[in-house]
């Protein structure tokens, strides 16, 4: 038998699919995930399954139709399943027999619509075991690989657009969730490796795609939104050694009392309260954020820059008033802005204005040089007081060359001594697309002090994960 | 003597203005603030004294100079000194001669500088006591004001862009910060009534600012960043009246201990301990916030929909992973999403499928139509178990009428008995503009639950503020 990750690795990269309930109408289901695996140049073969269109010998869009799973000619090593739940048995038993060792039901109509549903859950898991067939789903969306050419998602990209390749992986319970964080994603530039909504999970489920992502060189964080979580125990021990080798995020929703009964009426799931959960996470390693805004926060920091050594944190501003809120902002997360030495602030001073305070925050002030940013951030980068830097230049200040600034951070990034974070105001599109420009050179930058440290708090969090002894 | 109202009121709309410090470089803050004005399309005369440029008779961008105050010939309503510190005791001197009841001293190099710096100040405030003249500043950025055709901001529009007219007015002790909150304003398209940055307020504070804009009519919603305050008691008692009026905002920075010492660096003032801050906001009637992006979240809300009478608040939506996230970030901001009776629910269940779960989360699924979006936002808004609503349509589901739902939300909005407050994904360009359409017809659009949940926390704190007892 394969492997666990080989059969994994089918959901992504498949050598041919057949979509079972391949439709011709435009705006069904079953036709926009045609359109989207055209869309994403699947490399391998698609076979279409319609008995209706198979008899007339139409095609869609341009594929061939058939009228079952054994009029296949070669091999399907995906079947994507959008027909209604009654319906899908049957199918799964043509699977079976076909051999298709993984399929992706999309159907919604089971465990979330009551008794009637959990029944169909069971028989289609036994089928499942008789033909050692790997499930995702149902009630999901399926995968998203842009690098393997694979997008089984309904949702139409003219409405949800798809990111670009990258090293951010998601795990979705919730579809609509799932296909939001990544609009979210395109929409701020932020490339993708592997998206999964998984949904009612009867048998692959989250745990089983940590371990996979785990060994995935193309994933370098992972991100997960939750409900629930029904194999509690094997998910924890996944996560625990996988987030001694990459970082894993959760947004566990469901925290509040009145969030669990959502859940249960979304889901038919038990959210279980919420302090088990942080409990768990803590145990796992993994790190909790509450919103998707704070998800790609914390996200792009991760994916970019190395984790802290320490929770010391310095600030260098060209604004006094970002410097104070930035401070303020560090603390909420509990990091530490600690008072510079003396020695430390004498030296800033060799070649800072005596009138520039450098306590830390460093305040360059709106005489702000490109010089004085270089000057501070290698002097607090090579200073052991400091664990990571947040740098503040205010862009549209009339005087800084924003040009060499950005070149200096990039430097001072690429050091790779401690961790680098940039906030600043996209006041003009021109400041947006510098901050964008930051970014792909490797410099998570944010729009609001808040929303910096908290990608700070996430580097310093992962350093401390990293540091636990391994049991 | 004129009452305050009209001194204070001479800062936004004075006849006529002098700019003593007025360069031909561009550039320079004494050419910027030429170009702000003349690019704000200010009616009055403006007089620029520049001795040199005047000694050779030279315009600057058309507009004569004069060597000094008195050279000009009619009246001057409002001086704006931006020269340094040093000369500016010169200058006020001039001011008293030609009875200039109202001076912007944008210079800094005063308290925030030393000793020294509270010497001088103390020699302007007695000039000023002298001529009986209100100062604003010094170390500030002075007004902006788009209805009165005023900007003494030397922030050029090109990097800082200006908003349009609107209902939001915003006070600032920090002249980044509020140029940062002016860009923020024009990009997210909010409008903006007036701006006044005041630096070191030795003269008009933000007590007497706020007073002022208590009966200003056009504005709706104040916002205030502050570092410290000087005359706490004169504040809480303004605040007190005030916000029984129109609702105030404060950020106020320095919450942190590191933050206090970042403060005393940045301005001189000391933060004071944050828990008094605390204490006086709430028994000031001042709603309090974190960041700029929460400043905006709860300005929005309090600027368009009427005060919550209460703090029970449905959910109604079309993506369940929204509706649970959405009931966590409630109970973030300790509002309750009741379970709705047995008798509401029935209700709904009259006119929607029975498959939909409507026990708050109102949840309309994929299958959500436009009509049963504005059937349950009349229902809820209609039933007493509910104070607020939040209305989450996912724009991007193809089956949705967009159109047809956001003309729904705008009348269950124009009601006006509850606060109405839109939460959707802004997947692409076209559902931004639609959110944009929405905000423009008075209904707050978020982009995330927690974002929305905190702008309906605002009109449920500010309902509780309107019932308080006065003293």
């Known amino acids: 038998m394969d492997s666990i990750e080989t059969q994994i690795d089918r959901f992504f990269n498949p050598k041919s699919v057949a979509i079972i309930g391949a439709s011709r109408r435009p705006g069904r289901i079953g036709h926009i ?21 198979a008899k007339k010998g139409h095609h869609i869009l341009g594929i061939k139709t058939y009228g079952s799973l054994k009029d296949c000619g070669g091999p399907v090593e995906l079947a994507i399943i959008v027909i209604p739940a009654k319906y899908v048995p049957l199918a799964m038993k043509e699977c079976v027999e076909k051999k298709v060792p993984n399929v992706i039901i999309v159907s919604g109509g089971f465990r979330e619509s009551g008794p009637d549903g959990v029944k169909l859950e069971n028989e289609v898991l036994e089928l499942a075991n008789q033909g050692n067939i790997r499930i995702l789903g149902p009630n999901c969306l399926g995968t998203f ?8 998602l309904f949702l139409p990209a003219s409405t949800t657009p798809r990111p670009d390749i990258g090293r951010i992986s998601f795990l979705s319970q919730s579809g609509s969730v799932g296909g939001s964080v990544m609009s979210f994603a395109y929409n701020e530039k932020i490339g993708f490796s592997k998206f999964v909504s998984f949904g009612n999970a009867i048998d692959v489920d989250e745990g089983d795609l940590i371990d996979y992502l785990e060994d995935d060189e193309d994933t370098q ?34 925290r509040s009392e009145a969030g669990t ?22 145990a796992a ?5 509450k919103t998707i805004g704070e998800f790609f926060d914390v996200a792009r920091a991760l994916a970019n820059q190395p984790p802290a050594k320490g ?36 030296r800033l001073h060799t070649k800072l204005p005596n009138f520039y305070s450098v306590r830390n925050p460093v305040d360059l002030t709106g005489s702000a040089t490109a010089e004085q940013f270089a000057f501070s951030m290698n002097t607090l980068l090579d200073s052991d007081e400091i664990d990571g830097i947040i740098v503040i230049p205010l862009f549209m200040t009339p005087l800084l060359d924003a040009e060499q600034v950005s ?28 901050m964008f420009k930051l970014r792909l050179a490797g410099v998570p930058s944010y729009h609001l002090p808040m929303r910096g440290a908290r990608g700070m708090a996430a580097l310093v969090e992962y350093g401390e994960i990293l540091q636990r002894p391994t049991e």
Chains 1, 2 share one sequence.
Not at 420 to 427: L, R, T
């Open 33 to 53: 995930i045609i359109e989207q695996m055209v869309a994403a140049k699947f490399p391998g073969r698609i076979y279409l399954i319609n008995p209706e269109a």
């Open 261 to 282: 009964r959502a859940v249960s009426s979304h889901t038919g799931s038990l959210a279980g309260t919420d302090r088990i959960y942080d409990a768990a996470f803590e």
């Open 145 to 152: 690989s842009p690098s393997t050419h694979i997008d089984t």
């Open 285 to 289: 390693g993994i790190i909790r954020v």
């Open 221 to 254: 964080v992972t991100g997960l939104y939750l409900e629930s979580i029904n194999r509690g125990r094997k998910f924890i021990e996944i996560c625990k050694r996988a987030s001694k080798i990459k970082p894993f995020i959760v947004i566990k929703a469901g």
């Open 407 to 434: 070149q200096a951070i990039v430097e001072a990034s690429e050091q790779r001594k401690k961790p680098v974070v940039v906030v600043s105001v996209p006041s003009t599109k021109e400041i947006r697309e510098r």
């Open 311 to 346: 929770k010391r944190i310095g600030v260098i501003t060209s604004g006094g008033g970002f410097g104070v809120m930035t401070l303020d902002a560090l603390a909420d997360y509990n990091l530490e802005a600690p008072e510079l030495s003396k020695d430390l602030q004498k």
